[in-house]
C-alpha cells in the first residue's frame, strides 16, 4: 500500500498537464488528417500511382504521429523522452528514403521497359 501511495505522489504532477496533452493530441489529429487530404488531392492531380499515393499517405501519418507524440512527452514536460524519439525520427526517416528510392527506380525501369 505504501509503494502505491508513493506512486501516485510521485506522478501526481502529470496530473495537470493532461488536458493541455489532450489539445495537442487533438490539434495533432486535425493537422495529420488535413495533411493527408493535401497528400491525397495532389497525388491525384498529379495522377501518381495507387500504390505510391498510399505509402505517401502512410509516411505523412507516421511521421504525423510520432511528431505529435513527441509534442505531448514535450507539454508532459518529459523532454528526454521527447529528443529520443525526435532522434529515431531521422533513422526511420533514412530508411523510408532508402525505400522510395528503390521504388522510385522500379517504377522508372517499369516505364522504360
Not at 496530473?15 to 495537442?24: F, M, Y
Not at 526517416?93 to 516505364?111: C, K, R, W
Amino acid at each position: 500500500m505504501e509503494a502505491w501511495r508513493s506512486f501516485l505522489e510521485a506522478n501526481i504532477v502529470y496530473l495537470h498537464k493532461l488536458p493541455t496533452a489532450l489539445i495537442v493530441l487533438a490539434v495533432s489529429y486535425v493537422v495529420i488528417q488535413l495533411a493527408k487530404n493535401v497528400v491525397v488531392r495532389t497525388t491525384t492531380l498529379a495522377k501518381v500511382d495507387r500504390a505510391a499515393q498510399t505509402m505517401l499517405k502512410s509516411v505523412v501519418s507516421f511521421f504525423g504521429w510520432v511528431l505529435a507524440l513527441a509534442a505531448v512527452l514535450n507539454v508532459m514536460e518529459l523532454s528526454e523522452l521527447s529528443l529520443a524519439l525526435g532522434g529515431s525520427i531521422a533513422l526511420i526517416a533514412m530508411a523510408v528514403a532508402t525505400g522510395l528510392n528503390n521504388v522510385a527506380q522500379d517504377l522508372l525501369a517499369g516505364i522504360f521497359l
